[in-house]
Each structure stands twice: as structure tokens, then as C-alpha cells.
């Protein structure tokens, strides 16, 4: 079974940056395409950025493409998400989500967190 744990999150400034990671226990992180998502109060959880497991290709939301990196330390069994020039509108739950496919990007994810929370505000 893989479990998930997020972690990053907190208050920042916008303009700011904040790195989430995701640990994975329970199995091996690498085979697994991973997938970061969000859900601010009031709004219905969206897709981020999602990472593939064979060649570590990742794609991007509209709203976060060229502000967010997502990447993987296969070796810590870890994947973050580099979120630079944060705005207020990221305010959210962050969620990673795993999913031991080979489509591409996949559309249900078998493994969630619990969440971190990120906030966007001066």
C-alpha cells in the first residue's frame, strides 16, 4: 500500500515561493505517475501538474504553467512542487496523488494525501 504525506505548505507573500513535497512510504515512488492537485473553499478540486514515471515528463495547469515545477528525487521516494510568483488566487489545499499506470497523463489517481495548506496573502 503507498501512503503520501505532503508538507511545504504555509503563509507567503504573493510574489513569493513555497516548495510542497510529497513522501511516499509503502512502496517504490519511481513506478508510480504522480500528480499534484488543489481545491480552494468553495471551488471543486483541479489538476496542477502531473509527473510521468518513465521519463519524468510533466505538464502543467494554464494558470501555474511557467510559475510551478514539478520534479522527483526517486532516491528520497520524494516529488516537489516548486511554486514561484505565487499569487492569492493559488490559495489552497494542496494534494499529491499517485497512480501506477502507463497512460498518459491518467485520469484517476488511486492514492491521495491528506493535504497541506498554501495561502496566498499579505
Known amino acids: 500500500q503507498l501512503q503520501l504525506v505532503e508538507s511545504g505548505g504555509g503563509l507567503v507573500q504573493p510574489g513569493g515561493s513555497l516548495r510542497l513535497s510529497c513522501a511516499a512510504s509503502g512502496l517504490p515512488l519511481a513506478n508510480y505517475v504522480i500528480g499534484w492537485f488543489r481545491q480552494a473553499p468553495g471551488k471543486e478540486r483541479e489538476g496542477v501538474s502531473s509527473?510521468?514515471?518513465?521519463?519524468?515528463?510533466?505538464v502543467y495547469a494554464g494558470s501555474v504553467k511557467g510559475r510551478f515545477t514539478m520534479s522527483r528525487d526517486n532516491a528520497k521516494n520524494t516529488v516537489y512542487l516548486q511554486m514561484n510568483s505565487l499569487k492569492p488566487e493559488d490559495t489552497a489545499v494542496y494534494y499529491c496523488?499517485?497512480?501506477?499506470?502507463?497512460?498518459?497523463?491518467?485520469?484517476?489517481?488511486?492514492?491521495w494525501g491528506q493535504g497541506t495548506q498554501v495561502t496566498v496573502a499579505s
Open positions: 496523488a499517485a497512480v501506477e499506470t502507463m497512460i498518459w497523463p491518467p485520469a484517476v489517481y488511486d492514492y
Open positions: 509527473i510521468n514515471s518513465r521519463d519524468d515528463s510533466t
